[in-house]
């Protein structure tokens, strides 16, 4: 770890940004029933990693991951969600979430986060990813 001498061994999220995507991230990340006293918290993506693809599981992933974001992130307005195969490997699946920041006052630019499994097992959250058929890591 990182030792910084303002905010110790763990950095601080210091940007509305950042707590938006940190927030995203722990939501998609976690499973209903995995957060004490709130078992309606999480999206679950880990749940799904080997569900067969099918048009009614995306149309409930969709539909999941917009009411979690109005439920537990409500100053994340959601633009988009694409689910997507990956060319080379068909049985991956890419989850991008296209959405904005909004303060009342102003608005952010679009932000994305992307979850992926490269290996099949771990979930990995990646801001602002541009998809290709080569290794993001």
Not at 33 to 50: K, S, T, Y
Not at 97 to 106: E, F
């Amino acid at each position: 770890l990182l030792y910084e001498e303002f905010s110790g061994p763990y950095g601080s999220l210091e940007t509305l940004k950042e707590v938006a995507f940190q927030n995203l991230k722990v939501l998609a990340l976690t499973s209903p029933g995995e957060r004490v006293w709130n078992p309606n918290f999480g999206i679950g993506l880990r749940n799904l990693l080997f569900e067969n693809d099918s048009q009614p599981l995306r149309v409930d992933l969709t539909k999941r991951i917009s009411d979690q974001i109005a439920a537990y992130v409500p100053f994340v307005k959601l633009i988009n969600v694409n689910l997507n195969e990956l060319e080379d490997d068909l049985n991956s699946m890419y989850i991008k979430i296209t959405y904005v920041v909004s303060t009342g006052a102003s608005t952010s630019a679009p932000q994305e986060i992307g979850f992926l499994h490269p290996d099949g097992v771990v979930l990995t959250a990646l801001p602002d990813l541009v998809l290709s058929t080569q290794p993001a890591f």
